[in-house]
Structure formats: C-alpha cells, structure tokens
C-alpha cells in the first residue's frame, strides 16, 4: 500500500533467526513467510478453520471500523487475511496445490512491508467476528500475521521499544519503585487537599486482602480513577496494596503476536501477588489486561494453580453499589456524560452492564452511544496502535471515525474509557478535531460523587 501511512522502519530488537539467515527480501523471506503460514495446518483448530472457511461475503467490511473509516482493498478485514489465507491454501490444501489462484491459492508476493502494513492497520477489536455469519475473527488471523511480522524482525519499532521498556522495568512507560512512591503521596495529598479526608494509597504491604493493578497511564497520567478506587477501599475500610514493582497491567506481547514477552511481562504480577499474599489480585480500568490475566494466564494455568482469585474492579465496585456499601451523590457530575465500550472488556471479557451501573449511579445526566456494548465500534486505537504516534494521522482521520461519530452524537461532555488505549487515543481524537468532551475513566465520576 504506497499510501499507507504505517511507519516504515524495522524493528531494532534481536531477530528471531541467525543475523546471517534473516533476510528483508527475496526468496529467503519469501521461504520464512510460507513456512510460518504453512505450520498453521499444525496449529489451533480454529485458525486452521479461518483458513478454510471465508464465504467473500463481505460482512466483516461492513462492521470493520477501519474499513469503514477509508474503504480500501487490504483494509478489508477479509483481504487483509487472504495475505495468510492464500499461502496457506496454496501449499496445503488439495484443491490449492491443483488449482492455485483459481480457488485462492497463492504464493506470498515477497513485499514484507506491504504485509507489515497490513496488519498493523487492523485494530483487533473482533466486531466483525460478532457479525460473521460463519464465526470467523479476523483479531486471530491478526495476531498470526503480527506473529510472523514479530518473528522476522519487523515489528514497529514504537511497540517493540514499549515492551522492551516493560520486560525492563516492569511498567509501559519505564518509570522506576521512586515514581511510583512519590505518585502515591501526591494523590494523597491531592484527595486530602479536595476531600478533607486522608486517604491512603498504600504499595507493598504484604498481607493486603487486595493486590491492585491498574495500568501504570492511570497513576502516572490520569490519575483520577485510582483517586476514585482509593476512595472506594477508604470507605470501605478494606485492605489494599500496590506493588512500586508491579504496576502497570497493560502488555504489549498481546498485540504484537510476541507469546514469549507476553507469559514474561505476566509472570511479573503473579510473582508479586505471591509475595504479597493477597487474597485477591483485582485488576485496574485496563481491558487488555484483564483479558489476559483472566482468560488467558488463569484459564490455561499457565502457572498453575492460584492461590488467590482474580477480579475486576469495575465488578467490584458495581457490585458494591448494588448492595448499597456506599453512596454517591449524582448532582457532583451534572454535566452529559457517555461510556465507551472497549473491546477487550465489551467483546472479550463480557463486562458491560457494570461500568454502566457505576455511571448512572453516579451521574445525573448518562447518555449511551449507539451502539453500544459488544456491537460498540472501536476508539480507532486498539491493538497497540494508540501508542503509534507515526499514524496518527491514519487514527484521527481513518480508524478513529466511527468513535467520533459516536460520541458527537450523544452531545456528552464526559466520556469514560477505562482503558488507557483509548483514553490516549479519545483525548487525541477530541483535541485533533476540536471537541470540547473531557475524556477520563469510570472511578473518575465515582472520585467526585463518592460522600464520604
């Protein structure tokens, strides 16, 4: 795609293969490509399926955000997949060895930019596998397309640098135990000087009933969330903790197809909460990071049995409210306020109506967006692309359309996005195209209306 606005230079990180067998061109890589796609017939059922099934029927488009954004050929989910789909078919099915292009069957044409492109346009939201007629998700095909990319050498330099940062440090933006410390005491201050009330953010306290994980953009960016959690645990009189080790739930091996850096970056948190022996690890406003924790890490065990449970503090907390532990005054938020779906928590991890009896409890004005829930279009940055500032461009004006149709729609003022994704891509989103909505998280709304 010469109009592509994806960055252009290759990883820095190690390759995956010898310096002297990686090649960027030729039949080399043209070999790496085709053998990666070819082990698919090796792997998952349900890819092995994805290769086999596609009725051209066009659906997936029609739901695709991005392709909604700017209707061109590769940002069609379906030909998009057909980059993997077609080698697969080629060299291993009957009818692909026989009869090549004339049933889709072809070879990968060696253009690896081109490819890397491809995927890197695709913000793995899964909408159009919840309008496929036959079930496929396209997010899957995604990620193996990313995983070749990743293997190769090729991931975008931005998102390899953050998980870099991550495995080093243990947080997406490389801060060290100190930041996370003198962040604490700022918020103390902060609700004391805003509430009358001192209100502890405690980290490292071992024996806690609640290890909590937000991601690290709502401590040290948007803070106001966790303000509204503490306030909560306040309230409460529950015991909690932080880690100044661990605490950023966010990780980017999901998105760039990198299991290896994925099962890294989680076994940090799992060490931790075994340190600290809680009794439950509640994971943060971040969707991407309790879809791993909670339906990856525990579901497959990869690291055996837990000895604590593992939650979200959106349910937690709507859950709270139901029975009335504590009240909200909804006159502190009296302006329009609307909710943003994420993917991750709408499409993957089925948390929907909780954040939204957090909002009306809390609001005097909420507005929904149509649609809404698991039908709820993208913010335009998922996928890791939201920390892709070489695309900006293509996320204001191209996978980020459809959001900003939304949120004009409903007139809010307020819009909450537990997730850092999209509150960086939604902020961005609002200042590119001069709307005057405030974007900030669920506990945000709570931190103002919460009496104590």
């Not at 309790?290 to 859950?319: C, S, Y």
């Amino acid at each position: 795609m010469s109009d592509s606005p994806i960055i252009r230079e290759k990883a820095v990180k190690a390759p995956a293969v010898e310096p002297d067998e990686k090649a960027t061109t030729g039949p080399a890589l043209r070999k790496q490509v085709t053998d990666a796609c070819k082990a698919i017939d090796n792997g998952p059922r349900v890819l092995k399926l994805y290769m086999e099934m596609c009725a051209r029927c066009g659906t997936c488009a029609e739901q695709c955000p991005v392709y909604q954004g700017e209707p061109t050929e590769l940002r069609n989910p379906a030909r998009r997949s057909d980059l993997i789909r077609s080698v697969f078919k080629k060299h291993m099915t009957v009818s692909g060895k026989v009869f090549g292009p004339l049933v889709g069957g072809r070879d990968f044409d060696g253009d690896m930019q081109r490819f890397v492109d491809a995927f890197y346009e695709c913000t793995g939201c899964r909408r159009c596998a919840t309008f496929c007629p036959m079930g496929i998700d396209n997010s899957v095909i995604t990620r193996k397309g990313r995983a070749i990319v990743d293997k190769l050498g090729w991931t975008p330099e931005r998102l390899q640098k953050v998980i870099d940062i991550s495995l080093e440090t243990g947080n997406t933006d490389g801060a060290n135990q100190a930041a996370l410390k003198e962040t604490a005491r700022f918020l103390e201050e902060e609700i004391a000087d805003d509430c009358g009330v001192e209100v502890r953010i405690p980290y490292d306290v071992a024996g806690a009933e609640i290890f909590f994980v937000p991601p690290s953009g709502d401590l040290l960016v948007n803070p106001e969330a966790v303000m509204g959690i503490a306030k909560v645990f306040h309230k409460l009189g529950i015991s909690w903790t932080l880690s100044s080790r661990a605490f950023d739930g966010a990780n980017y091996g999901l998105f760039t197809g990198d299991d290896k850096s994925m099962k890294e970056d989680n076994k940090l948190y799992i060490d931790e909460a075994r340190r600290l022996k809680c009794k439950t690890l509640m994971m943060g406003e971040c969707g991407h990071a309790h879809r791993i924790m909670k339906f990856m890490m525990e579901k497959a065990k990869w690291w055996g049995d837990l000895p604590f449970e593992i939650t979200n503090v959106l349910q937690f907390t709507a859950g709270i409210i139901e029975d009335g532990a504590i009240r909200l005054d909804k006159s502190a938020n009296p302006d329009a306020v609307t909710y943003h779906d994420p993917c991750n928590f709408g499409r993957s991890c089925g948390i929907v109506e909780e954040p939204r009896r957090i909002m009306m409890a809390s609001c005097a004005d909420f507005r929904e967006m149509t649609p809404n829930r698991h039908l709820n279009w993208c913010c335009g940055g998922g996928g890791g692309l939201s920390a892709m500032d070489d695309i900006y461009e293509f996320r204001m004006n191209v996978s980020g359309k459809m959001k900003l149709k939304q949120i004009d729609e409903t007139e809010a003022k307020f819009c909450a996005a537990p997730c850092s994704n999209c509150k960086r891509q939604l902020a961005q989103l609002m200042e590119y195209h001069k709307r005057n909505v405030t974007i900030g998280g669920v506990h945000d709304v709570v931190y103002r209306a919460l009496v104590l």
